[in-house]
């Protein structure tokens, strides 16, 4: 019998996008339904699920996306479902720009309250915020009716 070596598989470099890294392992697809994928999307995308990090002996996610950057509201949701999060501008190969995702004190017009009852969802001319009550896990509390936000990947806006 003949034994081959397996090769380590990595995900492909970009010549110009964007990349999502250090996302919280399992909330790789939520940051996909952040940046709309299940739309038509024009570029080219890699995740990676479960990936080793090089800095820690903790596991991460990874998302890589050709030929898009993304605008400061996207960045702000996917603070949301992952605050450790860094994104690197990556032009002509190599990174342009890196920042970490910032989560401030209050989140305002990202996120829909759960609660039927709360002013929000009664078609009054009133955008949703939430105070951060904690950063790590994210929980965000309803300005206007108290009520924690449950499950916050599904009441994004």
């Given at each position: 019998m003949d034994v081959k070596?397996?090769?380590?598989?990595?995900?492909?470099?970009?010549?110009?996008?964007?990349?999502i890294d250090h996302i919280a392992t399992g909330q790789a697809l939520n940051v996909l339904k952040i940046l709309g994928v299940n739309e038509y999307m024009d570029s080219t995308i890699s995740v990676g699920i479960h990936v080793s990090s090089r800095k820690s002996a903790e596991w991460k996610d990874i998302v890589k996306i050709e030929d898009c950057e993304?605008?400061?509201?996207?960045?702000?949701?996917?603070?949301?479902?992952?605050?450790?999060?860094?994104?690197?501008i990556i032009r002509?190969?190599?990174?342009?720009?890196?920042?970490?995702?910032?989560?401030?004190?209050?989140?305002?017009?990202?996120?829909k309250c759960c609660n039927p009852n709360c002013i929000t969802n009664k078609n009054e001319p009133i955008e949703t915020e939430f105070a951060v009550i904690s950063r790590r896990p994210t929980k965000l509390r309803c300005s206007y009716c108290d009520r924690e936000l449950c499950n916050i990947s599904d009441n994004l806006l």
């Open positions: 070596a397996i090769k380590e598989v990595k995900l492909a470099p970009i010549r110009n996008g964007t990349v993304l605008d400061q509201k996207t960045v702000d949701k996917i603070a949301l479902i992952a605050p450790d999060a860094t994104i690197s002509d190969y190599y990174v342009a720009e890196k920042f970490r995702v910032v989560l401030g004190d209050h989140v305002t017009g990202l996120a």
